[in-house]
Structure formats: structure tokens, C-alpha cells
């Protein structure tokens, strides 16, 4: 399967405890994103990159968050000290980055679940 | 600010009746606009984008500029279209970021 990889695909964890994520987008792809979903509403934009240059990271995004992507290849999401609000989907996806109407290609996504 | 909305969190429809989802968007540039599909149990993927201009399992949007609105429509719901809609609105230039709307479910009755 050469589509965008997620690893895992299920956490639970404590609260207080860090988590991290891994995702591996489609090989060449020099955009990736990562996006938060809950119940009932749409992905929400956390961060993304182009290349190993983090563009952006939202500013609802709180300190205990953060991402990586060293080569420019996979990159790694973490959450520090989780809270019961962290619960939800995380969603990786990548593009080409080269041009503004880029269709995203959408991993499976890491479901947390914070105790 | 970027922003996406989609008034309706449900749609229900008759197989074979027309259907129209709303998307209506707020930016001050020239946005590319997207949607977004997720079928059960699948992942999220593209279904049309307005520079394409292109129908896409006989669906198809309109971008009005006049009234920021991207609605999807087709003229005869299937099924199979049962699934959650998104629109996405990305700006102008290649550095821009995707966001999403909230979502609309789309529930065909046979």
C-alpha cells in the first residue's frame, strides 16, 4: 500500500501521560498535515509542513503540542501530559506542495482516547 | 479569517430525488474550494474541486463568488452517495493551508 500510513491506529492512555504519533506520507510528498477530528465535526487544521519547514501550527494549538519532520520524510505528532480533551482522531495527510489546488491524501488516522 | 460553513449536520434524501449540500465560505483572496467525502469505514478523499470543473459520480458545485457559496449538488440521489460531506477552502498560493467545514451527513433512503 503506497497511500499516506498511520501508526498506531488506536491509543489509550492515562491522563498526564505523553503520547506520540507517527505518520508516513505517500513517498515524494512534500506537504503534510495533521488535523484533529471529534464526533460530529470536520477535521480541525493542528500544523503542517513543507518539507521539514513547520509553514504554520494553529493558535488554538496549546503547548503541549508538538510536531516533527526532521527529513522532510515522516513525521512524528506529540502530546505531552494528555488531558481528557485530547480524546479524539488525528488525521496525517500529505500532497505534492508545489500547487494551491492539491488534492490531500488522507491516512486512516490514530484515534486517542485519554482515561 | 478563513473560515467554512455548512448549515446542515444531516441531509436526508428519497433515492433518486435531487440534492443539494451547502458550503458557504469566508475569505478575503481568491480561495480554491474542495469536497471532501468520507464513506463508511473509509478514508477521507477528494471528490471535486471547483478549478477542475468536473462532475465526479454525477456530482457537481458551482463556485459564486457573489454569495461565497460552493453547494454540491446532483440531480439524482443513489445509495451508494450515503456519507459524510465536507467542503474545504484552501487560499490562493501553493503555501496556503486546507481547512475543512463541519460536515454534512448525507443519509439516501431507498
Known amino acids: 500500500d503506497t497511500g499516506v500510513s498511520q501508526n498506531p491506529r488506536h491509543k489509550i492512555t492515562k491522563r498526564g501521560q505523553n503520547v506520540t504519533f507517527r505518520c508516513d506520507p505517500i513517498s515524494e510528498h512534500n506537504r503534510l498535515y495533521w488535523y484533529r477530528q471529534t464526533l460530529g465535526q470536520g477535521p480541525e487544521f493542528l500544523t503542517y509542513f513543507q518539507n521539514e519547514a513547520q509553514l504554520e501550527k494553529s493558535r488554538l494549538l496549546s503547548d503541549r503540542f508538538s510536531a516533527e519532520r526532521p527529513k522532510g520524510s515522516f513525521s512524528t505528532l506529540e502530546i505531552q501530559r494528555t488531558e481528557q480533551g485530547d480524546s479524539a482522531m488525528y488525521l496525517c495527510a500529505s500532497s505534492p506542495g508545489v500547487q494551491a489546488n492539491e488534492k490531500l491524501f488522507f491516512g486512516s488516522g490514530t484515534q486517542l482516547s485519554v482515561l | ?110
Not at chain 2, 20 to 32: I, R, T, V, W
Not at chain 2, 36 to 51: A, K, P, T
Not at chain 2, 70 to 97: I, N, V
Open chain 2, 1 to 110: 479569517a478563513q473560515r467554512v460553513t455548512q448549515p446542515e449536520k444531516l441531509l436526508s434524501v428519497f433515492k433518486g430525488a435531487p440534492v443539494e449540500l451547502k458550503c458557504n465560505y469566508s475569505y478575503s483572496g481568491s480561495p480554491e474550494l474542495f469536497w471532501y467525502v468520507q464513506y463508511s469505514r473509509q478514508r477521507l478523499q477528494l471528490l471535486l474541486r471547483h478549478i477542475s470543473r468536473e462532475s465526479i459520480k454525477g456530482f457537481t458545485a458551482d463556485l459564486n463568488k457573489g454569495e461565497t457559496s460552493f453547494h454540491l449538488k446532483k440531480p439524482f440521489a443513489q445509495e451508494e452517495d450515503s456519507a459524510m460531506y465536507y467542503c474545504a477552502l484552501s487560499g490562493g498560493t501553493s503555501y496556503d493551508k486546507v481547512i475543512f467545514g463541519p460536515g454534512t451527513s448525507l443519509s439516501v433512503i431507498p
